[in-house]
């Protein structure tokens, strides 16, 4: 089936350790997006990347890192810098313009 | 940057009814919008898009209607039924969303059996 994964579903750990959320896309998408989602929120954009070895800052880069080394994956890191980073975290990819972003299943990360 | 308003938060109808929910964007360069639902726990889903040379869609009981000189548009739901009842969530774009979208806060609809 094509889709997109993200790993694990929930996540945790302890205060001032980075930790990376998986996103891989077997659907041949250029495209792919990190969102998170907060409580009674909208999603709010992390990272993008349009193509394979480059990627750029969304509205709130701060204190995650990304890479794009092969198109199916997209990982992102949320490091010790990223002062609330509790959260629901979703990746998506997309086609082109104009077309429809598809949406992995998220994951749950929780800070302690 | 693009800003997005989506009201109500809450949204309560019986089943049966229809439900419209209302969002307004502040760039004018925005040309596409899409719409999605959430369940809880899930990714959002695409359920409707409109592109900016375009004033309505419609796909059986969903409708989407853009008034791109008030900066607003809407997601129309007929004859609501239990399994409608999720987040919703608008979303705006400059680039047809290659530079990924801004979202609205989100309607959480409940269909009253």
């Known amino acids: 089936d094509g889709g997109i994964t993200q790993s694990p579903k929930y996540l945790f750990r302890k205060e001032g350790q980075n930790v990376t959320l998986s996103c891989e896309q077997n659907?041949?998408?250029?495209?792919m997006y990190w969102y998170r989602q907060d409580p009674g929120q909208g999603l709010r954009l992390i990272y993008y990347s349009q193509i394979v070895n480059d990627f750029q800052k969304g509205d709130i880069a701060e204190g995650y890192s990304v890479s794009r080394e092969k198109k199916e994956s997209f990982p992102l890191t949320v490091t010790s810098a990223q002062k609330n980073p509790t959260a629901f975290y979703l990746c998506?990819?997309?086609?082109?313009?104009?077309?429809?972003?598809?949406f992995g299943q998220g994951t749950r990360l929780t800070v302690v | 940057g693009e800003n997005v308003e989506q009201h109500p938060s809450t949204l309560s109808v019986q089943e049966g009814d229809s439900a419209v929910i209302k969002c307004t964007y502040s760039?004018?360069?925005?040309?596409?919008f899409p719409w999605y639902k959430q369940e809880l726990g899930k990714g959002p889903q695409l359920i409707i898009d409109?592109?900016?040379?375009?004033g309505e869609k419609k796909d059986q009981r969903i409708a989407v209607t853009l008034n791109k000189t008030a900066k607003h548009f809407s997601l129309h739901i007929t004859e609501t039924q239990p399994e409608d009842s999720a987040v919703y969530f608008c979303a705006a774009s400059i680039r047809g969303g290659a530079d990924g979208l801004t979202f609205g806060k989100g309607t959480h609809l409940i269909i009253q059996p």
């Open positions: 409109i592109r900016s040379n375009v």
């Open positions: 760039d004018s360069a925005s040309n596409y």
């Open positions: 998506a990819s997309s086609p082109g313009t104009n077309t429809e972003a598809f």
């Open positions: 659907l041949n998408h250029d495209a």
